[in-house]
Nanobody
Framework: QMQLEESGGGSVQPGDSLKLSCVASGRPYSRSVLAWFRQGPGKDREFVALIRPHGGSPFYANSVKGRFTISRDNPKNTLYLQMNDLKPEDTAVYYC???????????????WGQGTQVTVAS
């Protein structure tokens, strides 16, 4: 059974950057689609970004396009999310997820991490 652990969250000011990591254990996920989702205060969990098994075709939510970059290192079983020019509306718990379909639909992802908090405030 695969387990995911996110790290890298924190409290930053608007305009700052953070890089999130998600390490998988239990089994390799080199053949899986990987994604980041987030859940802000009082909001539903929403899609942020996803990436194909071999690192191609990254896809982003409009709200983060041009500011966030998703990447993966399959030999290290690690997924990343580089977040630049952070805004208060990016405040959320960020989750990594593993699935088999190239989709932003969260119901398609069957393995989730516990989340890491990102807070953006001046």
């Amino acid at each position: 059974q695969m387990q995911l652990e996110e790290s890298g969250g924190g409290s930053v000011q608007p305009g700052d950057s953070l890089k999130l990591s998600c390490v998988a254990s239990g089994r390799p996920y080199s053949r899986s689609v990987l994604a980041w989702f987030r859940q802000g205060p009082g909001k539903d969990r929403e899609f942020v970004a996803l990436i194909r098994p071999h690192g191609g075709s990254p896809f982003y939510a409009n709200s983060v396009k041009g500011r966030f970059t998703i990447s993966r290192d399959n030999p290290k079983n690690t997924l990343y999310l580089q977040m630049n020019d952070l805004k208060p509306e990016d405040t959320a718990v960020y989750y990594c997820a593993v699935g088999s379909e190239y989709t932003s639909d969260r119901s398609a992802y069957d393995t989730w991490g516990q989340g890491t908090q990102v807070t953006v405030a001046s």
